[in-house]
Nanobody, 123 residues
Framework: QVRLLESGGGSVQAGGSLRLSCTYTASAYCMAWFRQTPGKEREGVASAYGGGGRTYYADSVKGRFTISQDAARNTLYLQMNSLKPEDTAMYYC???????????????????WGRGTQVTVSS
């Protein structure tokens, strides 16, 4: 099973930026970032699939977040700009199951998860 470790979370004011990193032991066809707040379901933020050549974003983050992958470093990134208070959440990195569909961004498409990194955006 793929092991993943997120880093880079923190507290920032609205309008600021953060870059999350996720190191993994092995890549998968689909890699993604999800986020979750207490009492809510985990939601897909961004995915990279097909070796990183294709990306998909949730409407709420399009134009503000960028997912990228450095295969040589076994690292997945999420650059987050123009952060809003509603972006506050625990962010998780995930590796997809064999045959995953990268554009779906459903938790059921992913089988390996990191422990998460907290992002807090204040107004």
């Amino acid at each position: 099973q793929v092991r993943l470790l997120e880093s880079g979370g923190g507290s920032v004011q609205a309008g600021g930026s953060l870059r999350l990193s996720c190191t993994y032991t092995a890549s998968a066809y689909c890699m993604a970032w999800f986020r979750q707040t207490p009492g809510k379901e985990r939601e897909g933020v961004a995915s990279a699939y097909g070796g990183g050549g294709r990306t998909y974003y949730a409407d709420s983050v399009k134009g503000r977040f960028t997912i990228s992958q450095d295969a040589a470093r076994n690292t997945l990134y999420l650059q987050m700009n123009s952060l809003k208070p509603e972006d506050t959440a625990m962010y998780y990195c995930a590796a997809g199951r064999p045959g995953c569909n990268g554009w779906l961004m459903r938790p059921s498409e992913y089988v390996s998860w990191g422990r998460g990194t907290q992002v807090t955006v204040s107004s």
